[in-house]
Each structure stands twice: as C-alpha cells, then as structure tokens.
C-alpha cells in the first residue's frame, strides 16, 4: 500500500519515473503550495519494492 | 531505471487524497516543522537526504548525537533539516571546523554535506588536506554539476561543452574528477554514485558512516532549476535522472566498455575501500602513537629541569619603580629575540608574580634583518585594551627602530638602548645604555644580547623580579641555551647593581 502525504510532495515525477510497474501518476489536484500532486492510480499493480519511496526527494510517499 | 517510462500512466480524475495516508517513519529524522524543505521540485538533494535517513535507519544509529555540517550552497542546507547538532557558516571551510570539533572530542561522528562548489571549488584546498591527514570525517558531495544557489554559473565539475549562466557558448575547461583528486590526496574511502541508484547511495552512506577515517560519497545529481535548463534544455527532474544514468557508468562495467562508450560519462561504484582503523588525528589525542610518547618525554623533562638552580635574595615581592600600569615598547631587529624577550616579561609576571599581562607584536616579512617591536602591558589590573598610546619604557636594540618608536615614548619616560647599535638623541626623561651586544658577545654568543637586556630591566626598574626571570627562563628557553642565558640574564643584573651604585653615589 502507497500512501502519498500531498502536503510535502512537489509534483516532481521522480516517482512516476522510477516505478517499474507505472503505480504512480500525476493527478489534477494541486496542494496548498500550488504544486500538482502525484497519485496512485494503479494500486494493484504495486510489488512494494520501495523504489519510489527511497527516491522522493520530499519524504512524501510511504510504502506500507 | 523503468524502461516503460514514456508509457504515462493516467490518473483517475475521480480520485480524491487520502486522508489517512501515513508518514514516512524515516522523518522522525527531521526537524517535522521545517517540513516542506526549501529544495526545488525534483532537486536531487532532498534525494541525497533522504538516501541518508535510511543508512541512519539500517545502522539505528542515533542522529542526535551526531553533529552535521553545512557551508554554503543548496546541499549545505541538509543540516538544517536534520535533527542533529548542526553547524552551519562560510563558504568552503565545512572541513577546517570539523577537524577543530575532531580535536576537541574525536568520538563525535561528523557528516559534511557540501556541494561540489562549496567542496572542491571554494573549499579544494581544506579537502585535499583533511583527505591527506584521513580526518575521520563522512564527506557527502552532491555535485550537481553547477553552482546552483547563485544561479547556475560554471563550477569546476561542470562537464565539457556544457551550457550554463556563465558560459553561454559552453564550457571550455575540462571538469575536476573529484573522486581520482580525493584518492591521490590520501582519502582511504572513496565512492561515485547517481541520484538514480537509491539502494547504491543509501549502501554508500553506510558503509561511509561506519568508516573510520576520511571518507568521500560523491552523489552527482540533478539540477532541474539550473543545469538542467540551461544545459540539458529540460527542467524535467524525471528527464534529467535518466540523462545521469545514461552519463555515468559502473566501475565493474569499465573493462567490458570502449574508450569511446566511456567517453565524456562518469564511472560510478566504490573506488578505494580501506577497511579497519586507518590513521588519522584520532593517534595524537590519546591512540598509542610513538610521537605521544615523545610528547610526554618531553614534559617530563621539563618539569624536572624546572626547579631553579641559583636563588637570589631579591624580595619576591619587589616593587617596580615604574608606576602601573607599565606600558613598554621592545623593539630591535628581527632575530635579536625582541618577541622571545616580552613573551618572557610577560610570562613572569602572570605565571609568577600574579599580576596582569597584555602581548602585541609586529615585524616585517624578513625572517632576519627587518624591523620588529613587541608592545607589552603589565598591570595589576585587568588590562581591557591592548593598545597604548604612549610608552613609559622603550627598550631599543636597533637604530632604525629606535627612530621609529622614540615618539611613541612619554617625555618623561625611561629609554634603554643598546649603546653599539643606536645613538640617542638628547631627551628630557632618563636614557640608560646598556653594552648588552659587547657583552653578550663576551659570554660567547651574540644571540644573547635581548637576555642582558632582560637581566638590567629586572635589577633596575623591577618590571618583573629577577628570580622570577630566572624560573622563567629556565622553563620557557630552549635546553641548548639555557646555561648561556641564565650567565647573560646574571651579566645584565650585574651592570645594572653598577649603574645603580653611580646613581647612589652622585645623589
């Protein structure tokens, strides 16, 4: 299980980019500091190799 | 790397957050308040931090304890968001605090977060030293290419041909390997990595952290604000990552690859891996080095050779027939001993006679032969500025000098000169001439005129007492002239009982 905490994370795509089986996406929501925030958009798909939570750079995603 | 990553996942344009998403456990190391971090979307710092919380996770080491390090630049600001002790100030001198805090309390792990300006740029010179005395520091280098804070101009990493603020048609010079410098400076670990192999960097940290002695985690990192724009043409941090990938290449790989394929690109991997307890400051402040045995030889002798020989039945406690506070100025020329002679006087009267004591000094580049005056202040109070404006006492040794400083002294203050080297002009307050040169020229060395001059300060002005000068001299003069000066300091006493019998008798 991904979970994104939208308030730190910065919309960079580092996430999207490193997943090796395309969980992440960017959504259409922006958050308070006007930055686009990423989703899990493919939940099921999701093999917790931790890629995307060791890569972000804003300490946004946690991989339960 | 994902190969499918033009394939772009699409979003649900229903979905909404989810309240109950939960913190990632890795920033109970941060300072939660300052969270969101002040890195830019995509920056591959707020990576390198984050590469660095898991190797304080898997090794569950305590970031309270640790002190981390920042100078200036974007990867200088980590610390500020770490909860260890932190030190944050100038550009370029992370290493020259961290070897002061090492020699204070060598049990403290250090980590320096420095960016490749602040490093090798700004600060090349404190690294190839502490990478040349294996200074047990961890030294992680985000090298992001440019000089990213100011606005992205060339660093001295920067590749060939690169674009960037200040060099419009591309860079011209060829770009420091940083990783070969901190190997030929000495450093016993060394390490090249990219933001785009996580596990690789966090294994890097690791092992950096447990090393004892210099340790260097090169991270070469996407800049999308600066680098990127100005040299990739993309502020795309996902576009970026994968450039670096495609640019660097693994040590384990190099033999397998054409020089053209390695051409321009970066290799990665673990270049030099020494294990065990290398040497580094930690031997002089308490290891079994043979120089601390040295060391402590050395005190040992010096406080058997501290009892005084000979005593003298000067009063300890004579009082100066100067008033306080005695403002005196020494001067003479360089390598006559004028600042041994008030490092001595001032000496004495701290360590012996309890009084107050304030040292200034300045002489000209020439180690031999120039200009040289020490200004010394004896007080019985605390003396809270070192700078006088008049002199009660001038002590010349050199004509140059003499003409110098004579209009710093009061009119009525007390001149002594050495009678072969300077010619006084007529004055109003009393001049003393002291053969101290001819004299100590007499004992057997010249060197030992400032001892004569001493010697006649003590008997007649009682600056300092004359058994107090003896004690000093014995501690603080080198063993191989200690017979000498004590016979010279003894030759100036004697001249100045004379001077002091001609004065009785004409009163």
Known sequence: MVHIDERLCKGCRLCVTICPKNVLAMSQRVNKKGYTVVEVAHSEACISCKLCEKTCPDFAIYVE | ?507
């Open chain 2, 1 to 507: 790397m994902s190969e499918s990553v033009n394939v772009k996942p699409k979003a649900n344009p229903n979905a909404k957050a989810n309240p109950n998403a939960k913190a990632n456990p890795n920033r109970k190391f941060l300072r939660e308040e300052k969270l969101p971090h002040f890195f830019c979307s995509g920056c591959g710092c707020g990576q390198v931090l984050n590469y660095f919380t898991q190797a304080l996770e898997a090794l569950q080491m305590d970031v309270e304890k640790m002190l981390t390090i920042g100078g200036v630049g974007c990867t200088a600001r980590m610390p500020v968001y770490l909860k260890s002790d932190t030190f944050h100030g100038v550009h370029g001198r992370t290493l020259a605090w961290a070897t002061g805090v090492k020699l204070h309390n060598p049990e403290i792990p250090i980590v320096i977060f420095a960016g490749d300006g602040d490093l090798v740029s700004i600060g090349g010179n404190h690294f190839i030293h502490a990478a040349r005395r294996n200074l047990d520091v961890t030294v992680i280098m985000v090298n992001n290419l440019n000089f990213a804070m100011t606005g992205g101009q060339v660093a001295p990493t920067t590749p060939v041909g690169s674009v960037t603020m200040t060099t419009p048609y591309g860079n011209d010079e060829p770009a420091f390997d940083v990783a070969q410098l901190a190997m030929a400076a000495g450093a016993t670990h060394v390490e090249r990595w990219t933001t785009s192999r996580p596990i690789q960097c966090e294994q890097a940290i690791r092992r950096a952290l447990q090393h004892k002695g210099f340790s260097l985690i090169e991270i070469v990192s996407q800049c999308p604000t600066h680098f990127g724009r100005y040299a990739l043409k993309s502020g795309d941090p996902g576009k970026l990552l994968q450039w670096i990938h495609q640019n660097s290449y693994l040590l384990e790989q190099a033999d397998r690859l054409t020089a053209e394929e390695k051409h321009n690109k970066l290799a990665c991997g673990i270049f030099r891996f020494q294990g065990g307890d290398s040497p580094s400051l930690k031997n002089l402040q308490g290891g079994d080095s043979p120089l601390l045995e040295k060391k402590e030889e050395r005190a040992r002798k010096q406080q058997d050779d501290a009892a005084p020989t000979t005593t003298y039945n000067t009063a300890v406690d004579q009082i100066s027939t100067l008033p306080y506070p005695q403002r005196i100025t020494l001067c003479g020329m360089g390598g006559q001993g004028i600042i041994l002679t008030s490092v001595l006087l001032g000496t004495a009267a701290v360590t012996l006679a309890g009084l107050h004591a304030v040292q200034t000094q300045s002489y000209g580049s020439e180690a031999r032969g120039g200009q040289c005056q020490a200004e010394l202040i004896i007080d019985r109070e605390p003396i809270l500025s070192p700078v006088a404006q008049k002199k009660d006492l001038l002590l010349a040794m050199f004509s140059e000098a003499y003409h110098k400083y004579i209009p710093d002294l009061k009119e009525d203050g007390v001149l002594v000169y050495d009678t072969d080297l300077v010619q006084p002009e007529s004055r109003k307050g009393k001049s003393y001439g002291v053969p101290a040169t001819q004299m100590a020229v007499g004992l057997g060395n010249r060197m030992a005129a400032n001892m004569v001059m001493l010697g006649f300060l003590a008997e007649m002005f009682g600056v300092i007492s004359v058994e107090h000068l003896e004690q000093v001299v014995i501690s603080e003069v080198d063993e191989r002239f200690r017979e000498l000066d004590l016979n010279a300091v003894r030759a100036g006493v004697e001249f100045a009982g004379q001077i002091k019998a001609q004065e009785r008798g004409e009163a």
